[in-house]
């Protein structure tokens, strides 16, 4: 598992990567991925499963999942970050990963020691 930034559609997490990361490096040979979203602040929650990764090349599509990742962790598209990872996105050097989750377990600490899984 790697930390990343993500974007989530409520079908679909999203995240960015350099094109020859060995992120993208091991999708490209595998293609399944386990993620998990953990809530730091406490009662602890969060959601882990494993799902399909696929690889976005394509700027045009690339660039509005790019945006919504830059703002919702800088809170601007116009600080030096989001203008570094923006121009990455533009320029083809970095891509977007999308993860269509297979199955998923979650958990809220806040709701006793129950699982949901889906």
Request: glycine fraction near 6%; charged fraction near 25%; proline fraction near 3%.
């Amino acid at each position: 598992m790697h930390p990343v930034w993500y974007y989530f559609d409520g079908y679909k997490l999203y995240f960015e990567t350099s094109q020859n990361s060995r992120k993208a490096q091991n999708i490209r040979n595998r293609g399944a991925v386990y993620f998990c979203i953990d809530d730091e602040s406490v009662p602890y929650k969060g959601v882990r499963g494993k799902g399909i990764a696929t690889i976005s090349e394509d700027v045009n599509r690339n660039v509005p999942f790019a945006e919504k990742l830059v703002v919702k962790y800088t809170g601007s598209l116009e600080n030096k970050i989001a203008k570094f990872l923006m121009h990455s996105i533009r320029s083809g050097e970095s891509v977007i990963i999308e993860i269509s989750p297979l199955y998923f377990a979650t958990w809220d600490q806040s709701k006793g020691t129950s699982v949901a899984m889906a």
